[in-house]
């Protein structure tokens, strides 16, 4: 697949010429966002979704030249050919089908392999059947008794979209099973949670694809000995995760029960499958899950079918381009005015950072043009009390505020003020756009504002499993269509591979310490050989 | 005081031009870090505290300018100015005095309008006889029953810095008294708090200086009228954390017990005061909190104390300098291996971000350089399975990793691979600061790393209540050194004040709707008036 590059691209030069233009005065956003019709120009709506862009740093030429660029970057058609299984993923030679995850292929004919939508409807319907089993009892735990708790032992995108979901709903669900998750490899990671469950009632589900990531076995292994430790079977109290015929697949290991997952669904793209679908369903029950994935479905249609100038996802992709490739800001900042969404930019982070932060084009090229930005974020109005300091006064970054209309707790409200907190929150949440726009004059400098400092405002009518899935598979398609527009893979992630080949290595050094004390580690650079035997001595 | 300009200064010229010829192969870190005495001579040690900025793009030349640039600033000056108590908060008149609430001020006579160390000296007393009172059930709750649990009412730097110190120590030290926190206006934060509470047996602590934050105002009402709803009686189950003579310091308004806070300590250097001393005072026993507060006091020592070229805080305040002022990286994330720390980047990030996020020089004039960056973070291995992949092949940000020599936990341990959990986690801390800086060629270009990416790792012995100190001491003296080096006031904040002006002028209209149903947005800007009239119809 030969391309155009990115910047050779006719809009690109384009974009790039009108960027320059764009500090004269009249093109502060003061100015811009007095046009009455402003917010109407920019700004979409779909199906309870609203994408408010009128206070970004862009005109009618620019969105124009925006959407060229998509055009000739064939964004849509990629988009197209991804949703319908072709192999979009070609450094890794598979499909991207995380959309049919959420019971949509156009054409589910044309795909040859497998019969990727009655695979996924069989774990589905396994997902079901087991989770109503564990609420109604009829599995229970070695000791007999219900269970109440689950662990997720997964790292990464094992572990990340879930729990933004899982804390997501838990504000407005209370769950049947509570969820844990022991992500990391730190010991004290495992101590803190074997503090916080009864290992009597409580499900381990072990989350990993090749069922040899690093991190999750050594998690595994350490479970395996604390349930022994318990006189508990680890065949009672374990479920896997994991693809067909891994050693987590293997009867021979017996678990309570194993989900697959497949490779045509990556790691950060996998909510929506038994990654998620299992836990979820266990903690809110497979009917929630459901209306998640009904969420997720029609982000999905949009994202695929709405027009260039109508599609949300492709339009907020196209955004941060300009932001990151023509106004040169480093960063996004994704600031949810809702405590339920804590764990949003967590899992954008991973998601964004994971999928754009590319050094090679599609074609294997390397890239000359920036790809990939730092995403971060806390919820407002926390953040304002926080970091904002820098967002106004400091080096600027674009913003994504999030707002709900409606909250979900309903019983007696004090106010204060003369309006009650939701309203408070709003308030803060439309100065803080307001305020980064327009800025303010004045003499004593340092109460001087400059203004003109992008955002974005998103709103969801409520927090329901169907917004929350709007909202993840949103992100998915903005990535995804960025990574198309950029020109590079969104789906692999070779640069996470070195660091590994050198803790391995370490590892095996490691390893012969462990059973021959008089072993040395000269053979390291005196860094290296510095820390380990530090490590060894249990002291600087 | 009128001062040379930061990039006036003769060492700046020289550091531009140094880091000019940066980009000449020799300089890339897979050389640099070839020398045998690399780590030796960048790298620092002070009781059981490390230091290793081997990692970081600097040759000897480097260093030399930089400490030129901190003996030009006359770094060392300001900082014995800020502990003796002199005004070092111009703008705000103010005096910085958290090194004294570790009990350290060099000669406390010079101090005329108040004896400061005798008023930190009753109000930890204070402390001391409440928490003991609470613990041993002197105290006890309107129903009769002892406290099991405590709520923080507070936000940003009355919250941020006790939730990274309560965070860690919970790793160690089993809490007498359970801690939660209520800091976000969003009425569905509070609705969680008081899902996990008993409100029985549960001490309520209003934080705030002036006691008109209007986020903690707003949740303070909201207790209250909980309380109310449980027919418990409010002055048995309130304190308060609050300047002398603020209304929450009103003897009318009965509360259990009221701590002051002093104008000479600012909001996110207050973790060592009240804010976080009452807290972490009844969460582990006043006695956690003295050794917690001598780690703070060496590492202030320290800072004070050690010449230039071995003084740990600030040698890492003029790398940090170097990354973003001449190597212009924008962000910087902090790594810690080790999920006791987990709350550390979001501390640091308010701490940092807020003090150095300036648009201002200290004698007020506009910045035409690059004050305060982006701070992000999560602990790793996490992180690896997140981010990492931007770090390795997308645009590069130094990382500061952080590593703690023995684990907490001291049970069973399975290992996996033939090494320990913890052996896992520092072989991969240490491989992927190697990854960071070797690269690797490839002419696979998907998995080629350009390397050359810089980090620190800072190290220390275990998670005591004194590490925990001086982790904390050592970023608070890290930011002020970094503040007094650019020529800004690391201790003021008024790029917070527009974004509170313009929410309130929407409170002013959101009251006036509450109490007349047909008044109108009508005087609104058009995006104004929509999110507005959204919030009110409950939909979009």
Known sequence: MVQTRFNDRKAFQNLNRLSKNLNEDKFHLKHMIQDKKRLENFSLKFDGFFYDFSKQRIDDRVMEELLNLARQAEAKKKFSQMVSGEIVNITENRAALHTAARGFIPDPANLTDMDVLSEINRVNSQIKEFSAKIHNSQIRSDSGKPFTDAVVIGIGGSYLGCEFVYTALK???????KLHFLSNVDIDNFGQVIKTINPETCLWIVISKSYTTTETMANLKQVLLFLKNNKLDPSSHLVTVTAKGSPGDDPANKVLDSFHMFDFIGG?????????????????????FTRFLKGCHAMDLHAVN??????????????????????????????PYCSALSKLAPHVQQ???ESLGKGVTFDGNLIDYKTGIIIFGEPGTNAQHSFFQLAHQGS??????????TPVYNKDQAGSNGVYNHQELWANMIAQAKALAMGKDDDNKAKYFTGNRPSSTLVINNLTPESIGMLLAFYEARTVYEGFILGINPFDQFGVELGKILASQIRDHIKQKNTDETYTFDSFDPATKFYLDTLFNGSL
């Open 171 to 177: 504000h407005c669900i209370e769950p049947k099973i």
């Open 268 to 288: 950060r793209y996998s909510v929506t499958s038994a990654v998620g679908g299992l836990p979820l369903s266990l903690a809110f029950g497979f009917d929630i």
């Open 306 to 335: 709405a027009p260039e100038k109508q599609n949300i996802p492709l339009i907020s992709a196209l955004i941060s381009i300009w932001n990151s490739n023509f106004l040169h800001y480093p960063a996004q900042a994704i600031i």
């Open 351 to 353: 998601l964004y950072m």
């Open 396 to 405: 600027p970054f674009p913003v994504e505020f999030i707002g709900v209309v």
